[in-house]
């Protein structure tokens, strides 16, 4: 973490007002245990007090809370706008399904062209250990781990894009993104090269990125998508043939039986 020095103007909430740009950043992440008091009263060069009345402030507005065991956390439903029932819900519905993919085609291309214009130098490092991540659970790890490393790949994109709005919208999908991945590796890996095909896919929107390259990115970011869609439609489409194959057989064989 990065914190700003703090003014001697009203202490306590310029602290606050420091730990919410943190949050609204995405620096400070849902659920990530701050430093402690000795620790943030070092770095904002201020009394341990003052940072005591800031953090009590930010948990009187749920921006902060306290555990069991000790410890002050970023509150958990910062980036938590769907609750688990609805998770399943949803993506355990088709249409929806589509739905989702319809608004990633969208977000994830603005996310990329953003990133590919306005990304750092440590968000470039960030995007490639995520893309890395992904790579090495797609040897080792279950599809569930797999499907995670990959929506924090997307998110390393949407973080460097450094559209606040964007990033917050993302991280509140967080959950349905996750769920959704993992359901659509079940059905991509029905391909033998599906894995292959996902792994350079995203590193054309890496490499686009690290470019510098926005339309290329959003491009890359499109068409990751719009085959993920055709894949998934595919397979739908032989699912319902197999379900009405099958429905035939078994009237064909209940009228045969004597």
């Known amino acids: 973490m990065n914190f700003k020095k703090i003014s001697q103007q009203k202490i306590s909430e310029s602290i606050a007002e ?3 740009r943190q949050l609204l950043e995405g620096s400070i992440r849902p659920g990530e245990r701050l430093p402690s008091e000795r620790a943030l009263a070092e770095e904002f060069q201020v009394s341990r007090p003052s940072v005591r009345e800031a953090i009590q ?9 306290a555990r069991p065991g000790g410890g002050t956390y970023a509150g958990e439903s910062l980036g938590d706008t769907i609750t688990e029932p609805l998770v399943d819900l949803l993506s355990s519905n088709l249409e929806v399904g589509q739905d989702l993919l319809e608004f990633r ?9 953003y990133a ?3 990304a750092t130098d440590a968000d470039r490092k960030i995007i490639q250990l995520r893309f ?4 090495n659970k797609q040897k080792t790890a279950s599809v569930q781990e797999e499907a995670a490393a990959d929506v924090e790949f997307h998110l390393a994109i949407a973080e460097a894009s450094h559209n606040v709005v964007l990033l917050h919208v993302m991280r509140s999908l967080f959950k349905l993104l996750h769920k959704s991945v993992q359901l659509s590796f079940g059905k991509l ?11 350079e896919q995203h590193g054309r929107i890496l490499e686009a990125i690290m ?3 926005p339309d290329l990115a959003k491009e890359s970011a499109h068409r990751h998508i719009e085959f993920v869609k055709a894949t998934l ?11 009405k194959s099958m429905q035939r057989l078994e009237q064909i064989t209940r009228k045969l039986q004597p």
């Open 18 to 20: 420091e730990i919410e």
């Open 233 to 243: 439609d595919r397979f739908s489409r032989e699912d319902a043939r197999n379900q």
């Open 116 to 118: 590919a214009t306005r």
């Open 105 to 113: 085609h969208a977000l994830e291309g603005i996310s990329a062209y």
């Open 189 to 199: 890996y029905l391909d033998e090269n599906g894995r292959d095909h996902v792994r």
């Open 132 to 135: 890395d991540q992904v790579c």
């Open 211 to 213: 470019a510098g390259d």
């Open 57 to 65: 402030l930010l948990k009187s507005r749920r921006l902060l809370s």
